[in-house]
């Protein structure tokens, strides 16, 4: 969505026992969120966590 890396360690090379940021259980992947990636980018492209987390505010209820 941004074009930022996402650190996320679950396919990286080092550190693959390491727990990644996007397997915290506060952390929500919505499908409204997820289909704002581009079709093509589909099952190709992660969602940050900033990304995540700006979400997640515009989202909660207040």
Do not use: G, Y
């Not at 969120?33 to 700006?54: F, H, M, N, T």
């Amino acid at each position: 969505m941004c074009r930022q890396e996402n650190a996320c360690v679950n396919l990286s090379s080092q550190d693959v026992e390491k727990t990644c940021w996007c397997n915290d259980p506060s952390i929500q992947f919505p499908e409204e969120l997820l289909s704002q990636i581009p079709d093509e980018l589909r099952r190709k492209a992660c969602v940050c966590r900033s990304c995540v987390l700006a979400f997640q505010k515009r989202h909660s209820p207040e």
